[in-house]
């Protein structure tokens, strides 16, 4: 069975950090691009980043470069991003997913995957 869970979301105050999880089951992750999405209260879903398998390259949006950064651990068959610097705008529920055709800027410029995860939610308030 495929599924991809999250974890390691939880409200963390302005300026704190937090690390998600994104676990594979049921296929390998490595030959898959990962996103990570997020969506917050009347708002649409947008891709926060994306790594493609292959070459490893990446894709961040713009209001959270130099404060995220995603990344494999093939052992694991997980995916990570780490959010350092959080902020209030970072209120949102985030999702991983994959697709084993699309690139990562594709991806998460699309918005669209094959497989979706169920969520977890980070708040930043404090």
Request: aromatic letters at 10%; glycine letters at 12%; proline letters at 3%.
């Amino acid at each position: 069975q495929v599924q991809l869970v999250e974890s390691g979301g939880g409200l963390v105050p302005p300026g704190g950090s937090l690390r998600l999880s994104c676990a594979a089951s049921g296929f390998t992750l490595d030959y898959y691009a990962v996103g990570w999405f997020r969506q917050a209260p009347g708002k649409e879903r947008e891709g926060v980043s994306c790594i493609s398998s292959g070459d490893g390259s990446t894709y961040y949006a713009d209001s959270v470069k130099g404060r995220f950064t995603i990344s494999r651990d093939s052992a694991k068959n997980t995916v990570y991003l780490q959010m350092n610097s959080l902020k209030p705008e970072d209120t949102a529920v985030y999702y991983c997913a994959a697709d084993s055709i699309m690139s990562d800027q594709a991806m998460c410029v699309s918005s669209r995957a094959r497989y979706w995860g169920q969520g977890t939610q980070v708040t930043v308030s404090s």
